[in-house]
């Protein structure tokens, strides 16, 4: 199984996969997972994001072939009924699951339960970067789930002498929404065989965790989830393991259309793909790179000497965690 971060297919034409370079890796996979962000809708400008559009439909056929059977819908351009309506039908006649996004807060807040190599697989996801006005499900209005978090500052402790001197920064979720969100974890729990959360959380270029994403993480692995999975950061943050269980915060981006984080922001972004490979009842996770194209943007496996600079990152915030490999590296639960 794969697990992947950001998916925007944004000019990306319909009909050209463009993960054909990916194609004899992810066809050796029973299922790939990813957030989808950007909807599969007529490209409608976004009134609170400058320059951002959904992209458009007729894609869902190329992330089938592709081999992805679990998209998260959890994100901060998941906006307006006729965009997500559209979306789900398409999803749903490739035989795509999804979650975290629905015409109402029941169906949002339902879990994905699909069935792949033999096991049965749930998840669930949040997203806690939102607008704050029409783009949470309710029960007669379209949207997301949404895990809001308060953020305060504490002066530094030597600002005295230290004029100008940065605050700490404390984040904390929500408590009701977090008590909501571990209730539908321990209830799924029963229910599958493996569990897996997605959540678009974070800073956006900022490859720290935020505090509430480590809370956040911990509180759904201590009530049953298998695995964590992150994105909206566009750049790849620490790995961790807690219990014996994978936190992945920060995916990164798989295939990214918008040319503002394609061209601009993070031109070459790489990201990465979390494999994960049950025998015999043992769990193994590894991971690789994945980068775009520099003129098709279309991604490609890539090896470690095309991403010195996540190299280091991840020798130097994750070295307790992963032991690299030939081509890849594998994180040590």
């Known amino acids: 199984m794969g697990f992947v971060g950001d998916i925007n297919l944004l000019d990306f034409p319909t ?4 993960f054909h370079r990916m194609m004899p890796y992810l066809s ?3 299922l790939s997972a990813g957030t989808l962000e950007g909807l599969l809708s007529r490209p409608e400008e976004l009134f609170y994001k400058p320059g951002f559009t959904h992209v458009g439909e007729g894609h869902a056929p190329n992330l089938a072939e592709a081999g992805f059977k679990a998209l998260n819908l959890a994100s901060n351009v998941t906006y307006g009924r ?3 309506e559209r979306t789900l039908e398409q999803l749903d006649r490739a035989g795509i699951g999804h979650a975290g996004a629905g015409l109402d807060r029941r169906q949002a807040r339902q879990p994905m339960i699909i069935e792949a190599g033999g096991l049965k697989i749930g998840m669930i996801s949040r997203t806690s970067v939102f607008w704050p006005n029409g783009h949470e499900a309710l029960d007669h209005q379209a949207g997301v789930i949404p895990l809001r978090v308060t953020t305060f500052y504490q002066p530094h402790p030597r600002l005295i002498e230290l004029p100008g001197a940065p605050a700490i920064v404390h984040t904390n979720p929500n408590e009701q929404e977090l008590a909501e969100l571990v209730a539908d974890v321990n ?3 029963g229910k599958v065989d493996l569990l897996f959360t997605y959540f678009h959380f974070g800073v956006s270029s900022q ?3 935020a505090q509430y994403q480590r809370t956040v993480a911990r509180a759904v692995v201590d009530a049953g989830a298998d695995a964590v999975f992150g994105s909206h950061a566009h750049v790849v943050q620490p790995i961790e393991v807690y219990k014996g ?3 992945f915060y920060g995916l990164s981006q798989v295939i990214f259309g918008w040319p503002f984080v394609a061209r601009l922001k993070h031109p070459g972004g790489p990201g990465l793909i979390v494999e994960l490979e049950i025998r015999g009842g043992e769990r193994r996770w590894t991971a690789r790179f994945v980068k775009p194209d520099v003129e098709t ?3 490609y496996i890539a090896p470690f000497s095309d991403v010195p600079e996540e190299i280091a990152h991840l020798e130097k915030t994750s070295a307790e965690t992963i032991t690299f490999r030939d081509d890849h590296f594998v994180i040590n639960t």
């Open 28 to 30: 050796q996979l029973d």
């Open 207 to 209: 490859r720290d965790v």
């Open 187 to 189: 209830e799924l729990r």
């Open 15 to 18: 009909d050209r996969n463009p």
């Open 82 to 84: 006729e965009a997500i």
């Open 245 to 247: 269980k994978p936190l």
């Open 297 to 299: 943007l279309e991604p």
